[in-house]
């Protein structure tokens, strides 16, 4: 009895650590006049993961996570970067609330954005977790603060994992298959 017992112990806790929900929240905050992007990423909505700042330099983007430390991205590369970031695609909105505030100059394009936006959100049927506002200010500011609260399984970060895993197996298989092909 007491062996049942504890193997239902285990699966239960496995599964419960598996497939039980684990909470993301991602804050930002962008100036045009300062021309910085402060973001941070908190796990539960309290334990901070990384935070920092984004700036521009005249090949692509720093994206500083100290005063000591930064990671410089190419603009060249982004593209092959862009490719990397397919796990995102395991996260599931919670809500979205962003406030933007901008002047005279800059309303159209951040109107239009706001609608293809809320369109967006709308065919992905996350209109009714979203909160969207827009306020025209004097001058030329342009300043964008969003947050976004997502949650993801590890169960499903375990099954990319496994898919990624398969997938370079297979690729160096072949690999090794046509070059002693080409030997032979």
Do not use: C
């Not at 992007?37 to 920092?52: D, E, M, N, R, T």
């Not at 505030?101 to 967006?120: I, N, P, Q, R, S």
């Amino acid at each position: 009895m007491g062996r049942i017992f504890t193997l239902f112990l285990v699966i239960a806790g496995a599964a419960i650590f598996l497939f039980a929900p684990i909470v993301q929240e991602f804050n930002v905050f962008g100036d045009l006049g300062s021309k910085k992007l402060a973001f941070s990423l908190y796990l539960f909505g309290f334990v901070k993961l990384a935070g920092g700042y984004v700036t521009s330099y005249r090949g692509g983007v720093a994206v500083h996570l100290s005063e000591k430390k930064a990671v410089l991205l190419p603009y060249s590369g982004m593209n092959e970067e862009r490719k990397k970031f397919k796990i995102f695609r395991s996260f599931r909105l919670i809500s979205l609330e962003t406030s933007a505030e901008t002047g005279a100059d800059y309303f159209a394009g951040a109107a239009v954005t706001y609608a293809a936006l809320k369109g967006f959100l709308a065919f992905k049927g996350a209109l009714n977790k979203s909160e969207l506002k827009l306020f025209l200010t004097d001058g030329d500011a342009l300043r964008v603060s969003a947050r976004v609260v997502a949650y993801f399984q590890i169960a499903v970060l375990l099954a990319l994992f496994v898919r990624f895993l398969i997938k370079t197996a297979i690729r160096r298989i072949k690999g090794i298959w046509m070059k002693e092909k080409s030997t032979v």
